[in-house]
């Protein structure tokens, strides 16, 4: 288990830090993770790591991700409702359609377990949460959660922008 928050107490502290001086300024805190590369990378087997292929190949990938969100919750669980939300992956890319929902099913379930109140963020998981990728996703059955997209308009030449 590693990665730069989950064994990291300076980073955790940083983190609230962060959210208090949100939550003191009156704006709630979105907490996500930005998943988002864009080219095959040589110490990922040549493999997107914001990836299907990629997680299937390194299943410790989603077993860390799902703990990292599970800390979270467990730590900002005791915070207003208006304080946090969870954003579990900012653009994400290169998921495909069943994996996905599978994956923000088991998200949205494992942060339930031990946080009810913070609304919950999804994007749509290919095309960096375009618009045109929502299309597929499926609800995850929790009634706080709020599905978004991001629309950026026409820029560098993405045809689906529009």
């Excluded at 110490?43 to 997680?55: E, F, G, K, L, T």
């Excluded at 969870?86 to 377990?113: C, G, H, Q």
């Excluded at 009634?143 to 689906?160: L, R």
Aim: proline letters at 6%; hydrophobic letters at 35%.
């Amino acid at each position: 288990m590693g990665g730069p928050l989950l064994d990291n107490d300076r980073a955790w502290r940083r983190l609230d830090d962060l959210v208090k001086k949100c939550n003191d300024s009156g704006m709630m805190m979105m907490l996500t993770w930005f998943f988002n590369e864009d080219s095959p990378q040589r110490d990922a087997d040549n493999r997107v790591r914001n990836s299907s292929a990629y997680w299937r190949k390194r299943p410790e990938t989603r077993e860390n991700a799902y703990e990292l969100w599970r800390r979270i919750a467990e730590r900002y669980k005791d915070l207003p409702a208006e304080a946090i939300s969870y954003d579990f992956f900012n653009e994400p890319a290169y998921m495909e359609p069943d994996d996905w929902n599978r994956i923000i099913k088991e998200l949205t379930e494992i942060v339930r377990s031990v946080d009810k109140k913070h609304t919950i963020v999804i994007e749509g998981g290919d095309g960096w949460a375009q618009p045109f990728w929502c299309w597929w996703m499926e609800p995850t059955g929790d009634p706080n959660t709020m599905y978004s997209f991001h629309h950026y308009g026409k820029h560098w030449g993405y045809a689906y922008d529009e």
